[in-house]
């Protein structure tokens, strides 16, 4: 097939440019942005200056579709952790444990994943990135979207346009223009902000972990900071170079002044954290980010669609920043679009009528996963918000309980820990989490387990 467009230059278009570039003669990536030859932050990707935790499954899947991307990270300064020995975790039922495992981390900041991606498809010899072209509305006939208009004034002709544009996409604007009904859209909105800043520490720190996360308690805590504030803080690349992203929702965001950012994490109440913070120094500027919503548009829902056209990433489903689902989310969703697309021009080749809503219907149950296993978090928070199509819906904090226990069963012994990060890092299907032998486990221990929940 001819060409392949994508509108977004970043993680999910870069990964959906891999996914289908086997089969075209083009891909190519329009982005707004002069996309930069080093791994600095760039004005399309505002969040970038904020932690970003690529998880496990999300890294494999980035190594499948643009391979040695791992190895080249890591040549360029990203850090490898150990998930279970090197990272701190502190939530409702207290400390994780810690022990040597197989399960490792890449750990970076935004810019150089984006970056390592980039490098690994411009090796592809049909990719092709144009910055600095802002895309304007689709061109369809027939049922069809057959291209793009852009800025300028271009109309660019494409097999199939992906819409990788990011929290800020117009995708549904541009399908009404056509005709087309807007897909339901949910927004959950517990009124995040995050502060974050990179720090340099001592030579020779050893704080005695090269991750640590702490999460709001929610309703219960023993005090309001501890209700809503949180904070993590990892190295990111080399040794010396950390990152510290400071969060507080129900509307309880942290300051940018050092010194009051400062305050505000002692507010937590973590003397681990409090003493690790003592030797570290601010060389960087606070950087803030406020929109934190969650929002889902059911595009594999939407009762009428044109062929052609897709949306990934956070075009599709939006996460709430802080529980670091987004990039693995458009990892996988890139693996699916290429297993899709494979067996589609395997079946019919040459045609792709019907790609859209096999790789929708493929897709979904992950981003469905994700957006529960979140939601279920920020449902707890005092204040939430909810909607449907914009109309205000109830929430039920009490979904938490289960979820609760069940962190605490899985605490309890290694092997079953394990697994369980497997399965939060998305390695792993959740099915597990719902069987019998789990179910029955928990209920038979509710009492017990609840006490594990204990007020901080």
Known sequence: MSRALVIGGSIAGTLAAAAVAPHFDE??????????????????????????????????AMDELLPGFSEHAFAMGA???????DVMRLDRVGWSPRFASMLEFLMASRPLIEKALRDRAQLLP???????????????ADDRVTGVRT?????????????????FSRAVEWLAELG???PTEEIVNAHWGYSSTFLRVPENWRPGFRALAVTPFGDGALSPASASRAMAMWVVEGERRWILTVQGAAGDHPPRKEEDLRAFVSSIGVPELDK????????????????????????????????????????????????GQGMTAAALEARDLRDELAAQVTERPGELTGLPARFYAKADTLIKYCWNSSNTMDHRIPGVEYTVDGEPRQVDPSSSDFSDRLAAYMAQDPDRYIRYRETTQLLRSPEWLASDEVVSAITANWDKLGRAVVPR
């Open 180 to 182: 087309y009904p807007a």
């Open 276 to 323: 690790a913070l003592e030797e570290v120094e601010f060389p960087e500027p606070v950087s803030l980010w406020r929109d934190t919503r969650s929002r889902l548009r059911d595009f594999a829902g939407q009762p009428e669609r044109p062929e052609g056209f897709i949306a990934v990433g956070d075009a599709w489903m939006g996460f709430n920043p802080v529980y």
């Open 27 to 60: 891909v190519l990536l329009l982005d707004r942005d002069v996309l930069p030859e080093a791994a600095v932050f760039r004005k399309g990707v505002p969040q970038g200056a904020h932690f970003h935790a690529l998880l496990a499954a999300g890294r494999k």
């Open 79 to 85: 850090a490898r952790l150990d998930s279970a020995y």
């Open 151 to 167: 800025f300028d004034d271009r109309e660019l002709d494409a097999a199939l346009v992906i819409d990788a544009s990011g929290r």
């Open 126 to 140: 049909n990719v092709r990135y144009e910055s600095g072209v802002e895309v304007t509305g689709l061109i369809a």
